[in-house]
């Protein structure tokens, strides 16, 4: 009796621990968003500051027009096939190192383009960043292994605001060194050193805190999947998750290739064609609509550039706070991403057909207001959604994927706009409206197969 008794105390005792570390665990995952708000606004911050004096630079070194824009593909390019790979590495090898290398090795990058006193050692600070700027990707990866699936947009919506802050400060930031002598060379050493600030700041995050609250998260995150193969996914992203702990940014090379090469042909051979294919036609659309932004407006109503910049920031700007207004919208909707991310869509149709058509600058004002909400909104369900569908069995690969789509479309998105603007200057955005079309009647043909899997969510939660 003794030993039964005691067997039993042991048994209450382990379940008050797991109760007290159920109930830390929520307030450990809190300061880990808050930190990682942090890393996205430095991020962002720090790129911004460099990235709009880089043409600028570039041409100051001698290069021409053509040499400045193949390097500039060079980057968008080692961007698409690097991102899947990335992002599937930190399912692989754990967030914290794959996070610390982006960064130290971005830093690195901004470190020899404050370096670069020729085109040529121009075009190789950009191979490190091209490869490993995927910072804010794994750190929305890490951010999907936190939080609940009920609680993801509005934390994705306040990170993408946090990050925008940063993308409005920084270039005002920027071009105020610029105007000192060797202002660019400052500047991006101003830039290398926020990242490894950045890079500090995750090394002293609490990662064993999130480990064991991740680990908790999807355990009860198992149970309320709506299919066997979910299940299954999630056990062995959970399995991911624990060998994180084991330090498997150790293993052989060999072994982490294979398991990515694994997890990408499985994202390659599911369902999700149709959402990244909505992503791409969005992504594509909003890309033509600004395109020809600034040179519209001059001829199609005499507005000068700098009116045509203040009218960028402050879509800017109202970005922010739609992100920040994500989670009373998906309050709204029931937490149905699907159905909130046609519904945006659909108003972004509308608002980019009436930029194409605006007989005067105010009709453009509006658009423009309206449009900051409605892209922002669907652009964090489209991330959501895939997350969501692809049974959050390994983030990281899911959003690498979603940013190669997002970087075919950067390079497609520039031919369809010259080819557009042989024709009219509301060339482009009425190809956008053309393209948005197409991505609303995807939705509606797959709309009965992502909303009753939204339903079985909902109910389970």
Partial sequence: RRPGAAARMEEEEDEDSGGRRAGGSPAASARFVRCLYVVGFLDLFGVSMVVPLMNLHIKSLGASHTVAG???????????????????WSDIA??????????LLSALGYFLLGTSTTVFLFAISRVPVGIFK???????????????????????????????????LGPVVGGYLAEFEG?????????????LLNGGL?????????????????????????????????HLKSATSRAVTNSSFFQSPWIQVAAMLKKIKGIACSNLWDIFLVR????????????NFTLALEERFGVKPLFAGYLMSYSSALGVLAGCLLGPITRL?????????????????VLVFLYASALSIWMVILSSTFLAFSTTIGRTCIIDLELTVGGNEASGTLLGV???????GRIIAPLLSGIAQEFSPCGPPSLAVGLVLVAIGIMNTNKQKHCSHGNVKLKNQ
């Fill in 94 to 103: 754990g967030r914290r190192y794959s996070l610390l290398a982006c960064i």
């Fill in 70 to 88: 193949i390097i500039g593909s060079l980057y968008g390019v080692m961007q698409l096939f690097s991102s899947t790979f990335v992002g599937c």
């Fill in 202 to 234: 995750v090394w002293m995050l609490p990662w064993s805190e999130e480990n064991a609250g991740s680990r908790e998260h999807y355990k009860d995150k198992g149970t309320n999947n709506f299919s066997a193969k979910s299940n299954h996914d999630l």
């Fill in 134 to 168: 995927h910072t804010l990707s794994i750190s929305k990866a890490l951010l999907s292994d936190l939080v609940s699936e009920r609680d993801r947009p509005l934390v994705m919506g306040r990170f993408n605001a946090a990050s925008s802050v940063g993308f409005i």
């Fill in 333 to 349: 909707y029931g937490h149905n991403t699907y159905r909130l991310l046609l519904h945006s869509s659909t108003f972004t149709c």
């Fill in 280 to 291: 791409f036609l969005m992504s594509v659309a909003i890309l033509l609509y600004y395109s």
């Fill in 402 to 408: 979603g940013q190669s789509v997002t970087s075919v």
């Fill in 183 to 195: 202002g660019f060379y400052q500047t991006s050493f101003i830039c290398a050193s926020i990242f």
